[in-house]
């Protein structure tokens, strides 16, 4: 099997993070009022997390002899200080990356690279934890 596909898809979420990296970092530098407090440091939190996901999947992309997207997908960044647009925004992300993250590991299960698999399915599994949380967050 070709790794062309899979690559592409990894690039799909790599470009995910490194939007994920910019909107985080505007959101916790932006966001007002009393819920500054807490939202500043969990959307640096996210940055960091992101960091770490994007370069585990870079990682991943190289070894199966692709090349890494440097571009960030290019869906616009909501620039407000409302907290509850930063929160519905942020779904949204980690939406798109669970899906991402999911369409990788369909195709990464036939490469027979558990390594990678299992760093992908942990991707996954905290995107779709996060996803959770910013339900409870924005109900």
């Known amino acids: 099997m070709s790794n062309e596909k899979l690559i592409e898809k990894m690039n799909d979420a790599l470009a995910l993070e490194l939007r994920a990296i910019n909107m985080y970092a ?15 440091p969990y959307f640096s939190k996210e940055v960091s997390e992101s960091i770490s996901h994007a370069d585990i999947v870079r990682r991943g992309i190289v070894k199966l002899g ?5 571009e960030r ?18 779904y949204d992300t ?4 669970a899906n991402a993250y999911t369409a990788v590991m369909d195709l990464l299960k036939d490469v027979g690279d558990r390594d990678l698999f299992d760093a992908v399915e942990q991707i996954c599994m905290m995107e779709l934890r996060a996803l959770e949380e910013l339900r409870l967050l924005t109900a």
């Not at 692709?66 to 440097?70: K, L, Q």
């Open 66 to 70: 692709g090349i890494p997207v440097t």
């Open 73 to 90: 997908n290019n869906k616009d960044i909501v620039h407000t200080t409302d907290y509850q647009v930063m929160l519905n925004e942020a």
């Open 94 to 97: 980690e939406k798109f990356a």
């Open 26 to 40: 505007h959101y916790s530098a932006t966001v007002m009022g009393i819920n500054r407090m807490q939202l500043a």
